[in-house]
């Protein structure tokens, strides 16, 4: 509370600051601010995000790396990146994948492309546990928000190809939602030409089972379809609980140059999927085994796929707070489809279908739309206010639409810098959004930052959605590549900063200086070690070439922010155990000779002397 005090007293000196400045010197607006903004403009946009040294931010936000493998963790407003936590990627800073766990977790690929992040829920709600993110090689990973580490990577998931459609949670966390966006003959590891693609390549969504006390993902049910190209996903909560929702392009069923050929028909799908009914259908055992996963068929089992048109290759697909409507953003139109699902479920009972794509349904559009709300150029996302208020992406107009839920007004635009493609709004998804800030996830970012050649950074401007006019407030910029993000209260979480010691479950954990040192079992040899400032001990110790060697180290440390590493040169060692944490390393004593081994975090004065020996003889 006394921070937050702060900040506005902080805040309100930054504007004097700001106005004394502009008075005094500059008869025109500060440097960097866009000709002819009024300075008073810069200032308020400046108090608003300012959060004086030492303060805290109000929000985390939580945006995917992309093609990094990563989540890149921020403070909103101040846009300040405070962390990178590894998912798919070995990350030198924090040592992961470079210990035995996380080597194992990665398995045989050390990338991913990580587009959604998803947060837990309980009712519809974040509930501050874990957050998921979705890999495009069939996989989802589920990171701990208890210390922000990556504790599961699942998959990959059998007959999953290309997992876009992912991983976004139902209301309660039941299930993490996974599709295939490249169809593939199934199972995986079949050979068939590319000429049979319209039927003998299938498409799969697939729930996967999250244990809701510990987060354990499992394999849960998968559905096989046509070989569309699935998309975006989205569960349904209060009014559509019990629903997810999944838009595709390509319902063509076209191969070779997807932008001519897939972009044909007027209409694409978003398929309604009944998850209860699949989870029952799984448990009753009925479809078969395929690849390692039951594979339900929608053909027999009447109920379970909808496919609702929506107008050409949609791209978003967003349940509104109370379930009731379903947005699907058509990405090469001007405008957003807003379905009910009151009307999806009378069309279902009606069975008002205008035909059916290998057995599965297809809804009568004009029978389940509510409005065609005439956003703009190219929209793909949308996000949510607390007061009806929707807001959606345009890529191609490059700007942000705010429009209202019911009377489909557009009400309000502001440009983003440039094309942008996700949005996250505080608690923008969920059933009570907050309708404070937004941040549009450019894909382009030219000439709004020192250039830095080539590799050009993307940008992420802030929004201010707390009044009636939406207000650009900050530009901030990030490593490729944000698509999505989660933004959650930052009281909502309780971050541990050390490991306790009473919780050391770790069979070789030890805790004294004493239990150090090195012990020989045939060729296989494990040497425990203990780090603390400013010792590593053991100091030295002798291996002979060819042993296999398990260097297992804790860090007894239990004061925050006293993390050490273990640096083993020429051996590609590079550990980092955090206070309390016990983390091993394997590795074949190939090479002769002498070889240091240091701490690689500056941790004290003598941070310099922690170092030591590795004899292999
Ligand atoms: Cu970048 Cu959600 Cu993968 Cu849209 S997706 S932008
Ligand atoms: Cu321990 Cu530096």
Redesign the pocket.
Known sequence: MARRKGAILWGVLAVAVLGLVSSRCAPSAPKGAKKGAAVSDVATAAMKVYVAPGDLDEYYLFA?G?HSGQIYVYGVPSMRHLSTIPVYTPYPATGYGFDDDSKKMLGDLTWGDA??PALSETKGDYDGRWLFINDMNARVARIDLRDFKTKQILGPIPNVSGN?GSAFVTPNTEYSMMASRFSIPIPKGTVVGIDKYATEYKGVVTGVKIDPKTGEMSFGWQIVTPPFNW??GDAGKLASDGWMFWTCYNSERATGKLEVTASQRDRDYIAAVDWRLAEKSAAEGKGTMIGGIRVLDPKAIPGLVYLMPCGKSP??VDVTPDGKWIVGSGKLQGVTTVFNFEKIQTAIRNKDFTGDEDGIPVLKYESIKDAEVPVGLGP??TQFGPDGYAYT?L?VDSAIAKWKLGTWEVVDKVPMSYA???LCAAHGDTVHPQGKWLVG?N?LSHGRHLSVGPSQPESSQLVDISEEKMKLVLDAFTEP?P??AQMIRADMLHPIEVYPKEESKHPLAIWDVKDAGLTRNGSKVLVKMVEVRSTITPTDFEVKEGDEVTLAITNIEQTTDMLHGLGLLDYNINIVVDPGETKTVTFKAKKKGVFPYYCTNFCSALHQEMQGYMMVK
């Open positions: 995917s992309g587009h959604h876009h998309d975006l791209h978003g793909l996302h992406s890529f942008i493609g996700h996830l894909k590549e698509h999505y």
